[in-house]
């Protein structure tokens, strides 16, 4: 099908194979105007197979398309899946660039090991994962902070009911156009607290990325919806009563005195990576910030107090998003005014700047792509 294939000198591991019919740039250019998120996908994506006998091979960048599954699939009954959500973001100077990209594949490469999948060699992530986007250039939306969403994925491919880990596996990365988080400042969201539900107990996979996981909080967030919240938020799952993160965001919590909070990476905590980069950000700021656990109780003493004077979420999808308002079915409260803290745009603002490379990068956190 593909007319031209071509092997790419600098990553000699990943064959390009041209989509032969890809979207015509009418078409596409109506669908980056206003993406949404996750609804736009681009014309290629990466794929490598593994299996036991193998290893890795047949590494491609190929057309999007349906991947014919048998109906005996091991994902399709045991859910052995595993995933990453990053970013390419568009530079100021009009180039573009990965953010921490390492930071995603040791972090696919735990999520792995957790569901005794094969780790896949750094080397081989990034580079997937580079080499669709530089394919798929075309596809950033020309709208202000504009990016790729990529979606490295992998799953249990072999075709057998026993349980026990598969011994061939699919890994894909998917790229979508999505659209700018910057115009307004993100509005503040409204949590329920989940009473009925946790996310993640000691010894399981709360702390991997694996689609379980959300499989699992699906029911708790239909709930928060149905009763006119946005997100719902999690307690831990032993003593209900710590506050842990959200479906797919963690929470910080910023005082008076100027110090911030956010729970411990206990097992049961998903480490995001827009977490430990603003734990960085703040820390060289010189605020005093605390890894420790955190009660809805105290919460909500310190949101009435006046102690608590912001909370948000973060990762990688809406970087940052300040929450208004927390409810279960015991009480309610505000948080500050209910709107976007200082404290939370401005760290907000200097993780976007480093993003576009307008702000110093002394950790080399950004990649430049070709
Ligand atoms: C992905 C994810 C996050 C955020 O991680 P980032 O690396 O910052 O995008 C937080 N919590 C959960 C449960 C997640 O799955």
């Keep these: 099908m593909a007319t031209d294939t071509l092997d790419v000198s600098a990553t000699p591991s990943l064959l390009?194979?041209?989509?032969?019919?890809?979207?015509?740039?009418?078409?596409?250019?109506?669908?980056?105007?206003?993406?949404?998120?996750?609804?736009?996908?681009?014309?290629?994506?990466?794929?490598?197979?593994?299996?036991?006998?193998?290893?890795?091979?047949?590494?491609?960048?190929?057309?999007?398309?349906?991947?014919?599954?048998?109906?005996?699939?091991?994902?399709?009954?045991?859910?052995?899946?595993?995933?990453?959500?990053?970013?390419?973001?568009?530079?100021?100077?009009?180039?573009?660039?990965?953010?921490?990209?390492?930071?995603?594949?040791?972090?696919?490469?735990?999520?792995?090991?957790?569901?005794?999948?094969?780790?896949?060699?750094?080397?081989?992530?990034?580079?997937?994962?580079?080499?669709?986007?530089?394919?798929?250039?075309?596809?950033?939306?020309?709208?202000?902070?504009?990016?790729?969403?990529?979606?490295?994925?992998?799953?249990?491919?072999?075709?057998?009911?026993?349980?026990?880990?598969?011994?061939?596996?699919?890994?894909?990365?998917?790229?979508?156009a999505v659209g700018g988080y910057f115009k307004s400042g993100a509005p503040a969201v409204s949590l329920w607290v989940s009473q009925d539900y946790t996310r993640a107990a000691p010894g399981g996979t709360g702390a991997v990325k694996c689609g379980g996981n959300y499989a699992a909080s699906l029911a708790a967030q239909a709930e928060a919806i149905r009763k006119g919240f946005d997100q719902v938020v999690f307690l831990d799952a032993a003593e209900r009563r710590y506050v842990e993160e959200l479906g797919g965001m963690n929470l910080f919590f910023v005082f008076e005195d100027g110090s911030i909070q956010t729970p411990p990476l206990g097992g049961t905590i998903l480490p995001g990576i827009t977490r430990d980069s603003l734990l960085t950000l703040a820390r060289e700021e010189g605020l005093t910030v605390r890894e420790e656990p955190y009660a809805i109780d105290q919460w909500q003493a310190d949101a009435e107090s006046g102690r608590l004077k912001e909370s948000f979420a973060c990762g990688t999808a809406a970087v940052v998003t300040p929450v208004g308002k927390v409810t279960s079915p015991d009480f309610s409260f505000t948080i500050g005014d209910g709107g976007a803290g200082a404290l939370t745009l401005r760290l907000k603002q200097r993780l976007v700047d480093i993003q576009r490379g307008v702000a110093p990068d002394p950790h080399h956190w950004v990649m430049r792509l070709d």
């Design 16 to 176: 390009v194979e041209r989509n032969p019919n890809p979207v015509d740039p009418a078409t596409r250019a109506a669908l980056i105007a206003e993406p949404g998120f996750g609804r736009v996908f681009t014309d290629h994506m990466a794929i490598i197979r593994y299996s036991d006998a193998k290893g890795w091979h047949d590494a491609k960048i190929t057309a999007r398309g349906p991947i014919p599954l048998d109906p005996a699939a091991a994902v399709l009954h045991y859910a052995q899946e595993i995933f990453e959500g990053m970013k390419a973001y568009h530079l100021a100077d009009g180039g573009m660039a990965l953010f921490r990209p390492e930071m995603n594949a040791k972090r696919f490469c735990d999520s792995a090991r957790r569901l005794a999948m094969p780790e896949i060699p750094e080397k081989l992530f990034v580079d997937s994962v580079r080499q669709l986007v530089e394919t798929d250039r075309d596809w950033f939306p020309p709208v202000e902070g504009g990016s790729l969403y990529l979606r490295p994925f992998m799953f249990a491919s072999e075709v057998f009911l026993g349980v026990k880990p598969s011994a061939e596996y699919l890994y894909i990365v998917i790229a979508s």
